[in-house]
């Protein structure tokens, strides 16, 4: 289905409806030891599921930090442009042990498509059939990795990608991570994003809804948005499908998901300081995922 612009509000009818995608996002999450957000799994079964194709494809995860959503992406045989201001320098070992992972020297340009960007592997067969690839990374160390992709760790803020070459990317993904930005900034943005998108190709965003003004959520440290907000944000037309109609009826399915609520990460446990205070299950707001396509 050709994509289109759209602002859907997360149903949790998504985690049924995708559940071997929602058991492989847990066995990785798993593998790696990363724990998801009370929210996560619908963030990133939403825009996984949105995308036409992965392998091959030059992608950014735009405020990706160590997520999961870089990691799956590689395991498809994506190049990923894992972008986050955050400086990520010191990558653990079971992530440089599984992907290739190299990191955006300031002396080093970018160029299209970003496979271009990794040099000298070396291939050879592996194990159980599967093709192994075996590199030296920054430190020199000499790894193992069985993912088909590939990881460009990049740490630079998103209002201000320069270097990147426009229309070089054939998918942006942003999960849960545009909303950390002021709303004034945002449009800048957003608006920077569009710009290394190749024709045709889409943003796809998750971000926190609201629904009746914008407001900010202190523990998160987000702002949620209205749909009104959204469209002027994202520059989407009026007649752009959304389900904001249905925000309430949303929400209370939300709050009263099972899986979401009996399957909170440890750490919520442990502080009165997360969006879930010592792992009591009481959303204060509900996802909403904007996929902006570019023209053509």
Request: charged share 25%.
């Amino acid at each position: 289905m050709k994509p289109q612009d759209k602002i859907e509000i997360l149903p949790v009818g998504l985690l049924e409806n995708n559940r071997p995608l929602v058991n492989e996002l847990r066995r990785l999450a798993r593998m790696l030891g990363l724990d998801f957000g009370w929210h996560y799994l619908l963030d990133l079964t939403w825009i996984i599921s949105q995308l036409e194709w992965i392998e091959g494809c030059d992608i950014m995860d735009a405020g990706a930090g160590l997520g999961v959503m870089q990691w799956y992406l590689a395991e498809c045989g994506a190049n990923v442009l894992s972008v986050d201001r955050a400086s990520r320098a010191n990558i653990p070992l079971r992530f440089r042990k599984r992907y290739r992972v190299q990191a955006k020297t300031e002396n080093q340009p970018f160029s299209s498509p970003l496979k271009a960007l990794v040099y000298n592997f070396n291939h050879m067969g592996g194990l159980s059939g599967k093709v192994k690839y075996l590199w030296r990374d920054l430190s020199g160390t000499i790894s193992f990795s069985e993912a088909p992709g590939r990881v460009i760790i990049y740490d630079h803020s998103m209002d201000n990608l320069s270097e990147i070459p426009s229309e070089s990317l054939d998918a942006i993904v942003a999960v849960s991570a545009l909303e950390h930005n002021q709303p004034e900034e945002l449009e800048k943005v957003v608006v920077e994003l569009m710009r290394l998108l190749k024709p045709g190709c889409q943003l796809l965003a998750t971000l926190g809804a609201a629904r009746d003004q914008d407001w900010f959520h202190e523990p998160s440290k987000g702002w949620c948005y209205t749909e009104a907000s959204l469209r002027r944000i994202f520059k989407l037309s009026p007649d752009s499908p959304s389900n904001y109609d249905r925000y309430d009826e949303l929400f209370f399915q939300l709050k009263s998901c099972t899986e979401l609520s009996d399957h909170l990460a440890g750490f919520y446990f442990k502080s009165g300081d997360t969006g879930m205070p010592w792992g009591k299950w009481d959303p204060q707001y509900q996802i909403v995922g904007v996929c902006k396509v570019k023209e053509k």
